[in-house]
Structures are given as structure tokens and as C-alpha cells.
């Protein structure tokens, strides 16, 4: 009986939740505190080892089977170890999810919703430098880009679901008939939730397995092996701030035998992930086999957000000066690892010279360098594979008569796996690096007639598989509306006179279709939509006196 009370109070709560709003950003400039902790973090962690475990039911499991984190930047230093889950764990993390959700679930809403509301403030205070650092040295990522990530939109997520989620609740029916009382209920899934998060943005290892969890939900969370350490940091506040032991587990390993034992249950009910649309492929057709074969009680919620081939389309009305810079930042912030990287852009034949000059000298003036040297505009890419993967394509422009390099395609693994900033010219639109993701600071440029600009409008809607982000630069009203019209499909977030990247929790929701996943649109409402799942009660107050009705009655 208590059990139920507290579930009805669970989904018809009528506490508020604090109105969120955007996490103030600070630019560590010279003699600023923020600039000295964060320093004195990075200094740190660069010379100690971290020892991560597996967590299962909050006890930490060390399996010996050990992997190493490496500073990207400088990959000689062993950044952390972290002990691989197998399936005596992952089996073990399964049955204590199932035993934990019982509780969980009925937990009032405004219960689980502080646990999120107080993890946000911890990154804000307590852990907000470790995690930084932990971002820089692990991924890669300089001062601002951490900034914007492992703090800022974390801590955003962690603000505004809570807010979305109270939104969800508050939907019910709005009629009633007399003597009854209609209403919903949001129930979470019935099973757990996969958590598979990637490597570039620690903020996204915040959010997939937190957003499912916030709505009754456990989960189990399989970080990316090249960034666990600050996903660790995360999972950290998580439990500080009184999430109950099992709600989610934290599971770094293999993701081929993480993903295949736990998309092989019959209590798999849904996956929260982030990264290859070829691996996304790979779990969609092993959760529709396993559909088939009746394996599960249900049909699992699959949510994702996948790869990307974004542009940037200038129209020759465009502000030059604004599309060169935005392209500059977009293409190669974070050595062009977002799923929302600028990685082609279409250029006006008549703007063309202009634009190639300020290019190129705009990258001359980038440095290059460690992740925690705080003058560096751009450091290494995260590994080797993924060094050796967008070598491959600058070699394949080197030889190409259909691409030529204006600047850049130096390649240095000598110490950290270094690329650098790179331009592509490409003669014919369908040269590879236009088409396919490289996931690295690749920029690939085709240069149109500009008497045919719709016809150049249609070769960016249709020369990627992907649908992510996509920008329009133009003063002309109708240029404006004649691209967002065209390219209403190519890009799930549309910026105008803007870059392509930098989407921000509580403004812009994030997401795109096609290649790029299933546009379920992290940031806002629509994702945890996908958590739930709706029950639909009808209470009548008033007694049933007959099964007759009035118009059966005989006119004699």
C-alpha cells in the first residue's frame, strides 16, 4: 500500500522545480582564481594515475582485466586505468538494476529530480576543476572547449530535465465527463536502459544515462574508454548527491561485449547512445533479430544520435568576415570532434579568392599544442585509430586530382596524435571528403556558379547521408528562405548567420535524422518522452443502474 502511495505521488507531484537557467561561463583569464584551480587541477592529474573499478549495486568491482587511458596530447603518460567489465559482472549489474528499480520507481518525483538538481551544483562547486581537467588531459580538449562541455552543458542538462520532465507530468487530459476523473501516468520502461556514451563530449556522458534515470528508470552506463576518467568524476557527484546504489552502473569496457550481453535480455528496454552510425546500425539490427526471435517483453525504445557531414553555405550576399571566422571555429574547435563539426561548406565562385586568402591565414595563426597549455587553440585528436583514420583521407587528397590542400596536412603522432587544421579544395562536389565523416579538423570546400545557387542547394541536401546541423550565411531575405526551404531535411538544427556548432541546452534542442540518429532531441522535453511510458486512468464516481440504454425504451 505505501508502495502505491508513493507512486501516484511519484507522477502527480505539484512541487515546483526551480526555473533553470543557463550555466554562467568563465574565461580563466590572466590573475582570475578560475585560472589558478583549474591550473593546479590539471597539474594533478597529470601526475598521478587514477584506478578506475566497475560499480555494480555501489560496491567496486576490480576485475584485473585492465585498459589504460592515455593523455591524447602527450600519449606516453597513462592518464588512468580502468578494470573492463565481463559477463559475471555485467550479469551481476543486471540483476541489481531489476532489484533497485523497485525502489527507485516509486520514489517521488521531486526525490530523484534533487538528486540531479544537487549533481549539478556539485560540478559546479566541488568537482567542477577535476572535471575540467579530466576533459583537457583525457580529451583532448582546451580551456574554453571544457568549459562549454564538461561543466557548462552538464550542468544544463542536469537543470533544465528536471524542468521538462515536471512539464510531462503536468500533461493530463483536459475533459472530463461528469462523475469522472480521467488522468496519466508516466510510467518509466518496463527493464533497464543501455547508456552507451562517447568520448567527446563528457557533458553527453552526464546526460544518457541521467535523463532515463530522472524518470523512474535504472540504468546501466558504458562510458567511452578514452574518456572514462571524467565520466568517472561524473558517476562521482552522482552518488554524492544521493543517487541510491544500483540506479545506475557504471560499466567501462568493451563495447562490443558490454552492448551484445545486455541487448541479449528480455529486460532490455531501451538504449541512450551517442556515437558511429555504423554501430548504431549494428544494435538496431540486433535488437530487431532479437524482436523476432520473441525475446523481449516489449518493443525496446531505441534513442540515438549518431554521425554527421554539417556545412556551412554561403550565398554571395553573405558577411564574409562572419562565415570565414564561423567556419574557422566550427571546422576546427576541438580538432573537428563534434558530431556538429562544420566538415563541408559551398562557396560563391565570386567570393571565392577572397574567402581561400582569409582561410588560410586564419590557420596559419592557430597553435597547436598540449590540451592544458592554455594559449593552444587546437591539441591532439583522441587516438590512434582515429589518427591513422583521418590521415588516410589528407593522403588520399595529396594524390587526387579531383582535391587540392590549401593549407595544412601535416600529420605528427610523435608525441600525441597531432593533426593539423586542414582545408580541402574540391574540384568535383562527390569527392569523398565531401561526402564522408572524418570526424577530425578536415574542412572540405566546393566552389559554385553563383547563378546556381538552388542548384548547389540541392547538391548539399543530397551529397551526405547524414542530418545534423547546417548553416546558411546570406543578407538577401529571400536566399535565406530559399536555402532554409531546401534544406529543411539536411539538417535537424539550422542556424542562420551562424555556425553549425555550439548548440545550447534550454535553446536550441539538439538532433538531426537521416544517418544522424533518431532526432529525439536532447535539451528539451521530447527525449525524455522516449523514458516513459504512458498509462491512461479513467475513475468513475457514478453507479451503472442498468445495462439498457434510454433509447432501447419502448414509445408504447
Known amino acids: 500500500m505505501l508502495r502505491n502511495s508513493f507512486k501516484l505521488m511519484s507522477q502527480f507531484s505539484r512541487a515546483s522545480i526551480p526555473t533553470p537557467i543557463n550555466q554562467q561561463l568563465y574565461n580563466y583569464e590572466v590573475g582570475s582564481v578560475q585560472r589558478k584551480l583549474l591550473k593546479e587541477a590539471c597539474e594533478k592529474l597529470r601526475n598521478s594515475t587514477i584506478d578506475i573499478p566497475c560499480i555494480v549495486g555501489g560496491k567496486e568491482i576490480r576485475t584485473g582485466d585492465i585498459q589504460k587511458q592515455l593523455i ?71 580551456v574554453w572547449q571544457a568549459e562549454i562541455d564538461s561543466t557548462a552543458e552538464s550542468i544544463d542538462f542536469l537543470r533544465f530535465n528536471p524542468k521538462y520532465a515536471e512539464e510531462i507530468y503536468s500533461q493530463q487530459p483536459p475533459a472530463n465527463s461528469p462523475g469522472v476523473w480521467n488522468r496519466v501516468e508516466y510510467r518509466p520502461l518496463e527493464g533497464y536502459v543501455v547508456a552507451i556514451s562517447p568520448f567527446n563530449f563528457t557533458a553527453i556522458g552526464a546526460n544518457l544515462p541521467s535523463s532515463p534515470a530522472l524518470m523512474g528508470n535504472v540504468v546501466l552506463w558504458k562510458p567511452a574508454s578514452t574518456a572514462v576518467l571524467s565520466n568517472y568524476i561524473v558517476f562521482k557527484a552522482f552518488r554524492e548527491a544521493g543517487l541510491p546504489d544500483g540506479v ?11 552492448g551484445d550481453f545486455l541487448l541479449d535480455n528480455k529486460n532490455f528496454a531501451g538504449l541512450h547512445f551517442t556515437g558511429s552510425t555504423g554501430v548504431f546500425n549494428g544494435i538496431y539490427k540486433r535488437t530487431a533479430d532479437n524482436l ?80 592544458d597549455d592554455f594559449s593552444t587553440f587546437m591539441s591532439a585528436v583522441i587516438d590512434k585509430n582515429s589518427f591513422n583514420n583521418i590521415s588516410s ?126 532526432n529525439d532531441k536532447a535539451g528539451s522535453y521530447l527525449n525524455l518522452l522516449r523514458w516513459v511510458s504512458a498509462r491512461t486512468i479513467k475513475e468513475n464516481w457514478l453507479p451503472v443502474t442498468t445495462w439498457r440504454y434510454p433509447h432501447m425504451d419502448s414509445e408504447n
Request: glycine letters at 8%; charged letters at 20%; hydrophobic letters at 35%.
Open 72 to 142: 591524447c596530447s602527450d600519449h606516453n603518460k597513462v592518464l588512468a586505468t580502468f578494470h573492463q567489465a565481463n559477463t559475471q559482472v555485467l550479469q551481476e549489474a543486471i540483476d541489481n538494476s531489476l532489484e533497485a528499480k523497485l525502489k527507485w520507481e516509486t520514489l517521488p518525483f521531486e526525490a530523484r529530480a534533487s538528486v540531479f538538481l544537487k549533481t549539478a551544483e556539485l560540478l559546479n562547486t566541488k568537482y567542477r576543476y577535476e572535471v575540467m581537467a579530466a576533459t583537457m588531459l583525457g580529451q583532448g580538449k582546451t
Open 248 to 258: 545506475i552502473q557504471f560499466l567501462p569496457g568493451s563495447g562490443r561485449v558490454i
Open 292 to 371: 523476432v526471435k520473441g525475446l523481449y517483453r516489449g518493443y525496446p525504445r531505441i534513442v540515438g544520435e549518431t554521425g554527421g557531414k554539417d556545412f556551412h553555405f554561403l550565398h554571395n550576399s553573405g558577411d564574409v568576415e562572419l562565415f570565414v571566422n564561423s567556419t574557422l571555429r566550427a571546422s576546427f574547435e576541438y580538432q573537428g570532434q563534434k558530431c556538429s563539426a562544420c566538415s563541408r561548406a559551398y562557396v560563391p565562385q565570386s567570393l571565392w579568392p577572397e574567402i581561400k586568402e582569409k582561410l588560410v591565414s586564419g590557420v596559419k595563426q592557430m597553435k597547436m599544442g598540449q590540451s
Open 393 to 518: 583521407y589528407i593522403e588520399h587528397a595529396k594524390t587526387s586530382p579531383d582535391a587540392e590542400i590549401i593549407v595544412g596536412g601535416k600529420c605528427d603522432n610523435s608525441v600525441g596524435w597531432f593533426v593539423e587544421p586542414t582545408i580541402i579544395h574540391c574540384k568535383d562536389p562527390h569527392y569523398k571528403s565531401m561526402e564522408e565523416e572524418i570526424f577530425g579538423p578536415v574542412l572540405s570546400i566546393y566552389v559554385y556558379e553563383d547563378a546556381k545557387f538552388e542548384e548547389a542547394l540541392e547538391l548539399c541536401d543530397t551529397t551526405s547521408p547524414y542530418a545534423l546541423t547546417g548553416s546558411i550565411f546570406s543578407t538577401c531575405k529571400y536566399a535565406i528562405n530559399t536555402a532554409s526551404h531546401k534544406l529543411r531535411n539536411a539538417a535537424g538544427n539550422f542556424y542562420i548567420n551562424d555556425k553549425c556548432t555550439g548548440a545550447v541546452v534550454g535553446q536550441q534542442p539538439f538532433g538531426g535524422a537521416r544517418a544522424s540518429g533518431t
